[in-house]
């Protein structure tokens, strides 16, 4: 395995062994060409999870880690970022409904941009339930009108980013759903592109809506006061 791949493919997981190796091999099919490897960070699960990614990681360039306790969605994407060995990295949601074929556009997209960029998926046809759909356009109505991010679905778990810039960010519990503003307030450009979207087919989803209810409005208020307080200098030549 490469010790400097070109980027890094992060997936956090909790109880999600049935959908391991239909994503893995999806992964390998979509990159083919491409210098990558895979982190999957194991968020506490109880099932076969550690077994699968042991069994996966004989086949495929694949490296995994486990949280003792699960510690959420935003701790294991940070747990997997600082872990990887790519200048670029990929995150994708671990319940196969996000398409890893959507990775090379997005990675092209972030090649041609001159300056430090985030590349948000938007999910144009969701294959969500109802309730989700709807508290998602919600809360991203919110969201934008709260932080001006400027992006239509900040919640799709398939982004693309620099390593180093998302290391620089402040990390923090359910950071993962603003990771616009936060890059924004870095400094980098936000571009959101249009990616597939798919039914789960196995499983049941493991990070509940009421979950991100219960702690949606703290922590707005926090990445608002974070926007607010946020300057960057202007160095002179």
Sequence with gaps: MNQHPLISVVVP???????????VEEI????????????????????????????????????????????????????????ARGRWIATLDGDGQNDPADIPALLAHAQAEPGPVLI??????????????????IANKIRAAVLGDRTPDTGCGLKLFARELFLSLPHFDHMH?????????????????PVHHRARSRGVSNYGTLDRLLVGLPDLCGVWWLMRRGKRPQIEP
């Design 28 to 83: 390998a099919a979509a990159l083919v060409g491409i210098d990558f490897e895979i982190v999957y960070v194991d968020d506490g699960s109880s099932d076969a999870t550690p077994f699968e990614l042991a069994t996966l990681a004989t086949a495929f360039p694949l490296r995994f880690l486990r949280h003792r306790h699960s510690c959420g969605q935003s701790a294991a994407v940070i747990t997997g970022v600082r872990a």
């Design 13 to 23: 997981v909790r109880n999600e062994a049935p959908n391991l190796r239909p994503l």
């Design 120 to 137: 948000a998926g938007h999910r144009i046809h969701r294959r969500d339930n109802w309730r989700k759909r709807i508290s998602s356009r």
């Design 177 to 193: 759903r603003y990771l616009p503003a936060l890059f924004l307030r870095a400094g980098a450009k936000v571009l959101s592109v």
